[in-house]
């Protein structure tokens, strides 16, 4: 009988710690993205007193006539950018991460955690091999696979034509669910933007449309200083890009709408951040004269365009491909540039990747270190985009389908260590940080599934 009360005394003090634990973490969540918005909001209004431009004006009916005719050729368009910059990139991000600590481990109560060398302290439960093994379980080598040339049970091309014959039924049926658990396996190429916009619960009604145009009515009516932080990012990412530059037009109509939808601002509901607020001159710090600023309460960062590029090579209505990007934003993209203790959140995407490399190939992960090159400083970036603008898109869309299939970002993370690795052999012998971004530049020429499956089934035990 005492046994089993000191069991349960045990257990009760075990939950009220992981209680403690989770309010804290909450806490730090709440007030670190709190610093940050500031630095945000500093550096934007520090522009707009710099350049003497307002955060938003209502355009002259001259310049709206403009704007609409136009609307379809905004890429031959030049303006001046040269005095604005991003507001921020996704180093500076990586460095607030950095400085994350929880209360709880700084006290000792995390003693488990001491053995993580990596740049996340943050004591965060994210998934083991065989976790990981269990949770992406269609991905198993006796699995065909889409983007895999030699599976070891059935030839590729028999696998693709009954793939595409049970795809094609399970458009018929439009069952969300199976289209889910179908797209695991890789969507056919024909069929992924009907899948998509299945899984993502999209359809062309009259009203979406409508939407769509009403967004547009706003952009054309007003100009905002973030469209002028849209302009530069296209310029100095996709207009760059040699799969994504033919879509300029399209990035500029999306994102620009995109910064009006109200709608967005429901996405902060579920997310550790508060939208940033501005106020009617002469107002400031009156919450009724506070507003929402931009509308949607995304301030873009330098490559934020890049999680609308490879959608464009899947929908070419401008309002399909508006709904598509923003339900993919508010349910996947936004965790990745705001603090949380979210599996797919970038803080645990961070601490899986450094987990997984300390763990499973320790030799690599402590060479780095000691040169300098911390994996997350190279690896960062891409999984803060998805890998876009870094695998070619073929291999990206591939990539985002398991995204789609498992509702999960953690894939980003097992594949940013896989891609690590995949080039072992070439970082051992590397000396410095600058030698080994070298050796990561070029990610074009990899083949995804291979990677992640090798990974996480062949190498990994």
Known sequence: MLQ?????????????????????????????????EKRILKSLNSMCTELSIPLARK???????????????????????????????????LEVLINLRNPNYENGDSLSFRTHLGLIQVPLKVKDIPELKEFFVELGLTTGQLGIDDSTQVPPELFENEHVRIGQKV?????????????????????????WALILN???????????????????????LVDSLIYKDVKLTASNDDYYFVFEDYLYQVLLCFSRDTSVLSHFAYNSASPPKSYIRGKLGLEEYAVFYPPNGVIP???????????????????????????????????LHSISSHPSGIVSLCLLFETLLQTYLPQLFYHLREIGAQPLRISFKWMVRAFSGYLATDQ?????????????L??????????????????????SLAAAEAVLADLSTLKVMPLLQIFLFATVT
């Not at 403009?66 to 990139?89: C, H, I, Q």
């Not at 458009?171 to 396996?185: G, K, N, P, V």
């Not at 869309?397 to 299939?405: A, E, M």
Request: overall charge negative.
């Open 301 to 335: 960062f330098h490559g934020f365009s890049m999680y609308v590029a490879p959608l464009c090579f899947l929908y070419h209505e401008p309002s399909k491909l508006y709904q598509i990007f923003r339900e993919m934003y508010v349910r996947f993209f936004f965790r």
């Open 59 to 93: 355009r002259p009916v001259g310049e709206q006539k403009e704007l609409l005719n136009k609307w379809n050729e905004m890429g031959t368009d030049e303006p001046d950018l040269s005095l604005f910059r991003p507001v921020y990139a996704p180093k500076d991000f």
């Open 396 to 408: 990206l869309l591939l990539l985002w389908d398991r995204i789609l299939g498992y509702n999960s």
């Open 4 to 36: 089993e009360e000191s069991d349960l005394s045990l257990i009760i003090a075990q939950i009220v710690q992981k209680l403690k634990g989770s309010n804290l973490y909450a806490q730090l969540e709440r007030q670190a993205w709190g610093s940050w």
């Open 171 to 195: 458009l018929t049926e439009q069952d969300s669910a199976a289209a889910q658990q179908y797209i695991r396996q890789g969507s056919p190429t024909a069929l992924r933007a009907e899948l």
């Open 410 to 431: 953690e894939i980003l993370a097992v594949l940013a260590a896989a891609v690590f690795a995949f080039r072992a052999v070439n970082l051992m012998e590397v000396t």
């Open 202 to 224: 999209i359809s062309s009604h009259p009203e979406d449309i409508l939407y769509y145009e009403q967004l547009k009515t706003n952009v054309i009516q007003h100009d905002l």
